[in-house]
């Protein structure tokens, strides 16, 4: 199904692994006007802080607030509240965290919203880093099976507990669809346009091979943000976007 130029900016999440505010400030200039989303990652927002993630939606960007927030449910409730007062449009938990802690997170929201004109973020759910290849998940991180099957078991969590998504390869999406319904989200690291360096990923696809299987947003970096002219390399993904069947 076609697609139009601005529903394809929406998909793409432009990760901003940037050490300092300063560093990403050619980049944010550069692609201001394209209603594509920002993603603020835990190094970029250590180190700039939540006055920075204000700034972006005061810019209009939509921002996805990569935290991965992993802790005792009542920790992840005040960080949930804390982040949704920011105006974030979506952050993240761990689903290893399990469906108290997921709950909690909801509740943070929830007391953030209570009162205000604040739009609700959507919370999402890590399943399995894109990193992580089968032997890691099997002979590191102790969980047997293959990663697709615990990718799918946390989804289910996460759904369960009432998340709107979760952050997963697009190799997993039509899984995750089949298990967990088309309106759940996923969101979708690991893309790397054709002729693009894999760098540390290891389950990755083409913008258009994730358009295909369902994604509903793709996380992409270096590809855009290393690129010679990051606008340029941002208007080639969305036309692939636009073109692909």
């Known amino acids: 199904?076609?697609?139009?130029?601005?529903?394809?900016?929406?998909?793409?999440?432009?990760?901003?692994?940037?050490?300092?505010?300063?560093?990403?400030?050619?980049?944010?200039?550069?692609?201001?006007?394209?209603?594509?989303?920002?993603?603020?990652?835990?190094?970029?927002?250590?180190?700039a802080g939540p006055s920075f993630v204000s700034s972006l939606k005061d810019r209009g960007y939509y921002v996805f607030l990569d935290v991965k927030m992993h802790d005792i449910p009542n920790t992840v409730k005040g960080g949930a509240n804390s982040i949704t007062k920011l105006g974030v449009d979506m952050f993240n938990v761990h689903a290893a965290g399990g469906s108290a802690m997921m709950e909690a997170a909801l509740e943070?929201?929830?007391?953030?919203?209570?009162?205000?004109?604040?739009?609700?973020?959507?919370?999402?759910?890590?399943?399995?880093?894109?990193?992580?290849?089968?032997?890691?998940?099997?002979?590191?991180?102790?969980?047997s099976g293959s990663v697709e099957a615990a990718v799918i078991r946390y989804a289910e969590l996460a759904k369960k507990a009432g998340l709107a998504g979760v952050v997963a390869s697009p190799s997993e999406v039509e899984a995750i669809k089949a298990a967990c319904g088309s309106a759940f989200k996923t969101v979708t690291p690991g893309i790397r346009p054709a002729g693009s360096a894999v760098h540390d990923q290891s389950r990755i696809m083409t913008p258009g091979e994730a358009l295909r299987q369902g994604t509903d947003y793709m996380v992409i970096g270096r590809p855009i943000t290393a690129a010679a002219n990051p606008k340029i390399a941002l208007e080639s993904i969305i036309e692939e976007l636009i073109s692909y069947e």
């Open 1 to 47: 199904m076609k697609i139009t130029k601005e529903q394809a900016a929406g998909r793409i999440m432009v990760a901003l692994d940037y050490p300092a505010a300063e560093a990403a400030e050619r980049l944010i200039t550069e692609l201001q006007g394209i209603p594509c989303y920002l993603k603020v990652g835990m190094q970029l927002f250590y180190a």
């Open 108 to 143: 943070g929201v929830d007391m953030a919203l209570s009162g205000s004109s604040l739009n609700r973020p959507a919370v999402i759910a890590v399943t399995q880093l894109t990193s992580t290849s089968q032997a890691t998940l099997n002979e590191q991180i102790g969980i």
